[in-house]
């Protein structure tokens, strides 16, 4: 736990070594921050990121004697939701140039003309 001077806010800063199996996964850094301007602390995550997985580490209030309340979460294939996203963007660009669709809506106008004309 360290103190940190922002340019609106001061903090307090833990650093936190996350470990699988005793190998160290990440080191992240969550603050508890306080702005100049409003007196209400805010929680800065400290975020790890991966292709597969996403780890959130988030400080909770201070217990006293040094202990503190951390929240910790485990985000598995958060990545595969905006993969999901882009490929279904691709499938309707596709789907928009597919000649069949530019024929139908010419042949539906031609006959809302046509019927238009004949009122």
């Known amino acids: 736990m360290s103190r940190v001077q922002g340019a609106n806010y001061t903090a307090?800063?833990?650093?936190?070594?996350?470990?699988?199996?005793?190998?160290i996964v990440a080191v992240v850094y969550p603050e508890k921050r306080v702005y100049n301007v409003r007196s209400s602390p805010m929680t800065e995550a400290g975020i790890d990121a991966a292709w597969h997985r996403d780890l959130f580490v988030a400080l909770g209030e201070d217990l006293g004697a040094g202990a503190w309340s951390v929240r910790l979460q485990y985000k598995p294939m958060v990545r595969f939701i905006w993969i999901g996203a882009v490929i279904m963007a691709i499938g309707g660009f596709i789907a928009t140039t597919d000649r069949r669709y530019r024929i139908?809506?010419?042949?539906?106008?031609?006959?809302?003309?046509?019927?238009?004309v004949a009122r």
């Open 12 to 23: 307090i800063r833990a650093e936190m070594e996350l470990s699988r199996n005793g190998e």
């Open 104 to 116: 139908t809506l010419r042949e539906n106008a031609a006959a809302a003309a046509d019927a238009a």
